[in-house]
């Protein structure tokens, strides 16, 4: 406690030292932390632990990444306190320093209580460990991404689908209308920020983490549980969609939904629960098209599983699916009156291009989404259980209900599955696509990380060593990564230039506000911008540009230019800007420069550049013409061939 304490007033007061002296917050922060941390751990080493009888250490270099991943993770939570009490709420550097001091302490004491020290955990058993440590990781990881929601820049995706909400429907082109839905409510109760547009992603994992709660306990037990949670809060695909607001944050949500209410009809025989079953799959229907994919597992399953193949001749799973139907309904609705325009995209679309073998990259984007640990601890729970079974060296005594929970674990897991890999085969896949579906399997990895050694192989003993390097390393990127996007690292921004990553989108979105401007007053009338790639920066120019009451121009896209632009093709069209001043963005010359583009206006001004500048650093370009569009855009078609560069 005494170290603690020394250590946050020496904090306070280095802080309040440096920022008097005229450092910035950032480089205020960092010294007072790094002082604060050396005292804290060398008072702890030196004095703390030998009087309280601690003298089992682990290796230096153990002891050494132990001390760095705790470290790491509070500067991570601190610097997100610090932007957040600085941007949302407005607090000066003084005040806002304070709770950013009282989280450090607190990472700092926890985790040099429950993980750097390995005595202090001695007494208590692998599987109380494991529950601490899951408490402990969700805590600070549904914290880490409350403090960073409203204070990292969208990226261009969150940007289309807020421009989705600020154009409310019953469906879309690209995606159901779910995602627009809760941007808009989010929007509504926090207004139109960074916050607001992301608040429902944070509350849909809190959802997620429910539901798999639940299908873990009554697969594997409250402790698999509880870990299993764990899971959902590190891994990378679970992490982002907490944080991220796309389509696959209430998909996730629902899918895990889906499979808590089936995994108690399937294999508990609650007639009730097909209830729950199909409105989670209506539900997760409005957010993406993929969870349809639980239809034909749990078909499958109906089929191989003795006890679960007397639904068929009960009226639940028909009057679920027809529950699911009518909460899809809108989309359905939507499609009848726009030509079945977003099926046929979602559809022949997908499988109508040309040949792609993708499986490499698919299965290299799962190691993305899991860890590469993670993939194969799933993996090998699926291979290994089976092998195991025949063999004993799982369980002794396999008994029907250990049968029937694995089934369903191996059914739910591998018939999405299966359908990613075949459609890989021939066409390009998307990392984010299989994200969903290793909910089913995350119970199975949280059991076999509980089990004993003497029930286990080699392998599985070394992935459960595995794992815990693993969750730390996965934690400290996490959290790493969002602070560099919000505070940055010195020396560090040349190697991830704008727009590759969202840090300087606010930035170029006032120099597009002040051309805008220009442009206002040497014409007189309200001008449109054009972003010239597909969607993405005409969504960042309507976000942070041109705003919710189009206060500096209105971003409308390329679809004005006969340009394929999604749903900007939907919301405006060509006779509805004719005659207005426009400029043209865009971060490829050789784009903005096609020598077809004057086609659609009555004059078009030269190519200019303008650097893009992060806290006084140059971090990317991008090249703008003004014109003036035709009154009467052509309307023969052949603009609808300019040769564009690739998006």
Known sequence: MTAGLVGMGIDLLAFLALLGLGLGVMGAQLVSFSLSTFCLFGLSLRWVLPRLGVTLLPPKAELSGRIAVVVLLALALRCGIVASAAALVGLPAPIAILPAIAATAMVNALGAGFFIWPGALAPLSRTARWRLAAVGVVAYSVALRLMYLGV????????????YAQHLDIGYLDHPPMVAWLIWIGTGLFGNNEFGVRIAAWLCWGATAFFSFGLAARLFGRSAAFVTVLLVAVLPFYFGTGLVMTPDAPLTTFWAGTLYFLERALRGGQAKAWWGAGLCLGLGLLSK???????????????????????????E???????????????????LQN????????STRRVGGSFRFSLPELMLGIAGLLTPIGLMAAVGVLWLRERGVRRGAVAVEVQEVDRRRWRFVGVFTLVPLSVF???????????????????????????????????????????????VPTIAIT???????????VAGVPGLQRFSPFPAVPVAWRDFGAQAASLAEEVRASTGQEPVLIGLDLYNV???????????????????????LGQPALMYSYWYRPETVGGRPAVLFSFSQRQIENPLLPRSFDGLGEVKRRDVTRDGRVVGHFFYRVGRLKAQPAVDGSIFALPFTAD
């Open 152 to 163: 990292t820049e969208l990226i261009p995706q969150e940007a289309y689908y807020w421009n």
């Open 289 to 315: 098209y993929t969870i349809g994919l639980l239809v034909p597992a749990a078909f499958l399953f109906m089929l191989i599983d003795v006890r679960a193949r007397a639904w068929f001749r009960r009226p």
């Open 317 to 335: 799973p028909y009057l679920a699916g027809l529950l699911a139907l009518l909460v899809f309904s809108p989309v359905i609705i939507w499609n």
């Open 339 to 346: 030509d079945l325009a977003s099926f046929a995209f979602q």
């Open 421 to 467: 890999v075949i459609f890989s085969l021939f066409h390009m896949s998307r990392l984010n696509w299989t994200g969903p579906l290793w909910l089913a399997v995350l119970p199975a990895v949280a059991a076999s990380l509980l089990a004993a050694s003497s029930h286990i192989g080699g392998a599985q003993r070394w992935l459960q060593r595995a794992f």
């Open 475 to 485: 934690l400290v990127l996490c959290g790493l990564g969002l602070g560099y996007l």
């Open 538 to 560: 005409a969504s960042q120019l309507a976000f942070y540009a041109a705003g919710p009451d189009a206060a500096h121009g209105m971003s409308v896209g390329r679809g004005v």
